[in-house]
């Protein structure tokens, strides 16, 4: 084949390499930008709803005892069974802090709640003391969210979630017929906790504030108080799905 020739088929074959070449370089730089533009399109918003139940005290700490003999602890984790189960059966998931007769301590049950990355916790407690269901949200003073927040302050960005969440909590209790208080404290765990967090204190019903209408170990009594906590939680789910 004559040289002139073969340079001609030569350059051709260039030109066309470089046309190639040019129309892959177009299609990878599409393929990428889109890739880019779909790395940037935030995903569909896909958080699994969970919830942390704590049930307070365990093993040698008792926490209070009730004129009926019954323990607090014994309370609290009676109550956090009834409540897992319904919403369970509603198929939200639960984490718990404890499932036995165990001690835990406070920094453990935090450690165990934030790793949930839960929606929300609740912290379960009893007392004879008062009337009906005390909601306790951190005292702690709301601030914006902080990437390194100190241990027992953590739950300071989480505030103000957490007072809605004892708004929410409040409407379903009062729904079902009982009394609440509304207050904060300042609580080791609840403190520590990066969700939104209330410490539940269910105290007997009363009559007027006085007579005892309803008894901490009334089953009947703890299924109302379990499902009203349960139905403040499903509505705490469809409003948090909500954009
Ligand atoms: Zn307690």
Redesign the pocket.
Same mark, same amino acid.
């Given at each position: 084949m004559p040289v002139r020739l073969e340079i001609r088929l030569f350059l051709t074959g260039c030109k066309r390499t470089l046309r190639l070449n040019r129309q892959i370089l177009a299609f990878a730089t599409l393929a990428a930008l889109s890739t880019l533009a779909a790395a940037q399109v935030p995903p569909a918003p896909f958080t699994r709803f969970v919830v942390v139940l704590d049930a *307070? #005290?365990g093993g040698d700490d008792s $926490? $209070?005892r009730f004129k009926s003999g019954q323990s =607090?602890k014994a309370f609290?984790l009676a109550l956090n069974v009834r409540l897992r189960s319904l919403l369970a059966a509603r198929g939200i998931a639960v984490v718990t802090t404890r499932e036995s007769d165990a001690a835990v301590d406070p920094n453990r049950r935090a450690e165990i709640a934030n790793h949930a990355n839960a929606q929300a916790c609740l912290s379960l #407690? *009893?007392?004879e003391t008062g009337g009906g269901i005390h909601l306790f949200a951190s005292s702690l003073a709301p601030t914006s969210a902080v990437r390194f927040a100190a241990w027992k302050t953590a739950q300071a960005p989480w505030v103000t979630r957490s007072l809605a969440l004892a708004g929410v909590l409040n409407s379903s209790l009062q729904h079902a017929g009982l009394a609440v208080t509304l207050d904060r404290t300042a609580l080791p765990v609840v403190d520590s906790m990066t969700c939104p967090a209330i410490a539940v =204190?269910v105290a007997p019903e009363r009559i007027a504030g006085k007579q005892i209408k309803s008894a901490l170990d009334d089953p009947a009594y703890q299924s109302r108080v379990a499902s009203a906590l349960a139905a403040a939680l499903l509505e705490w789910r469809s409003e948090a799905r909500q954009p």
């Amino acid at each position: 084949m004559p040289v002139r020739l073969e340079i001609r088929l030569f350059l051709t074959g260039c030109k066309r390499t470089l046309r190639l070449n040019r129309q892959i370089l177009a299609f990878a730089t599409l393929a990428a930008l889109s890739t880019l533009a779909a790395a940037q399109v935030p995903p569909a918003p896909f958080t699994r709803f969970v919830v942390v139940l704590d049930a *307070a #005290h365990g093993g040698d700490d008792s $926490g $209070g005892r009730f004129k009926s003999g019954q323990s =607090e602890k014994a309370f609290t984790l009676a109550l956090n069974v009834r409540l897992r189960s319904l919403l369970a059966a509603r198929g939200i998931a639960v984490v718990t802090t404890r499932e036995s007769d165990a001690a835990v301590d406070p920094n453990r049950r935090a450690e165990i709640a934030n790793h949930a990355n839960a929606q929300a916790c609740l912290s379960l #407690h *009893a007392s004879e003391t008062g009337g009906g269901i005390h909601l306790f949200a951190s005292s702690l003073a709301p601030t914006s969210a902080v990437r390194f927040a100190a241990w027992k302050t953590a739950q300071a960005p989480w505030v103000t979630r957490s007072l809605a969440l004892a708004g929410v909590l409040n409407s379903s209790l009062q729904h079902a017929g009982l009394a609440v208080t509304l207050d904060r404290t300042a609580l080791p765990v609840v403190d520590s906790m990066t969700c939104p967090a209330i410490a539940v =204190e269910v105290a007997p019903e009363r009559i007027a504030g006085k007579q005892i209408k309803s008894a901490l170990d009334d089953p009947a009594y703890q299924s109302r108080v379990a499902s009203a906590l349960a139905a403040a939680l499903l509505e705490w789910r469809s409003e948090a799905r909500q954009p």
